[in-house]
């Protein structure tokens, strides 16, 4: 499986006093794609933050202004939305709890390597929503509507209930309608990050998916035009736009 290239706008601030860690990261991250800023204080880094927009705060806990935990609980409270990794040279695990009770995301203990940053962000970043979701316009196929951002699936205005998985699956397809979606991106976005494990769970609720769509198109005295989700063997799925049924 190719490994997905981060997002060229996907921002990356580094708040880290020690030059070397923080040089290392710097660099270590814009070779690979990320744009980033490098603050050395909490004071900075906060100033920075609210000044330009960020995806990512990689957070040193032990900052010569100020304590990261106040830092992280600080920038929780401003961004919801920002993906906070705290980073700590203490392997005491208060500061760990501390640091995730305060909002950070997630944690990583000094010494790590690059490539351990690396895939922590790929697999927080896979997972976020791409885009503002409050503004996610509903996808409109044929007669069906895909709410993403209110989790609601209408057929021709009539609201069909899906399990939350079921509403899952059908919302990444429909928002590569047209282009097949592999079966590993499906798992990855709709069961877990890192899952290695079987994947017949994903045709089960696949097959209930396409029963309860037909189910409501069959209830309906009209006659609607119904995405198809078609197959395609050894790799995944595609949902195809409308069909008459
Ligand atoms: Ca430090």
């Known amino acids: 499986m190719r490994t997905p290239a981060p997002q060229p706008e996907t921002r990356v601030l580094v708040v880290e006093d020690d030059n070397t860690i923080g040089r290392h990261l710097d660099a270590g991250l814009r070779g690979h794609g990320y744009a980033t800023t490098w603050c050395r204080t909490g ?3 906060l100033a920075e933050a609210r000044t330009n927009s960020q995806d990512v705060v990689l957070l040193d806990l032990g900052l ?55 895939a922590r962000l790929r697999a927080h970043l896979r997972r976020r929503p791409t885009g503002p979701p409050q503004h996610e316009q509903p996808v409109q196929l044929g007669d069906l509507t895909v709410d993403i951002t209110a989790r609601r699936c209408l057929l021709a205005g009539q609201e069909i209930a899906l399990r939350p998985k079921e509403f899952d699956l059908l919302a990444v397809l429909a928002q590569h309608a047209g282009a097949a ?15 290695f494990g079987p994947t017949k769970t994903l045709d089960v609720t696949l097959a209930s998916l396409r029963r309860r769509l037909n189910q409501a198109a069959d209830a309906s005295p009209l006659a609607l035009k119904l995405p ?9 799925y595609r949902l195809d736009p409308a069909q008459e049924v």
């Open 43 to 45: 004071t900075s880094g």
């Open 64 to 118: 010569p202004d100020t304590d990261g935990i106040d830092v992280a609980r600080t920038l929780r409270a401003e961004f919801p939305d920002l993906l906070i990794v705290i980073l700590t040279a203490r392997s005491n695990e208060i500061d760990v709890i501390a640091g995730l009770d305060a909002g950070a995301d997630d944690y990583l203990v000094k010494p790590f390597t690059l490539s351990v940053l690396l």
């Open 181 to 195: 979606v592999s079966r590993e991106t499906l798992m990855s976005q709709v069961w877990d990050e890192n899952w």
């Open 228 to 236: 198809e989700i078609t197959t395609l063997r050894g790799h995944g």
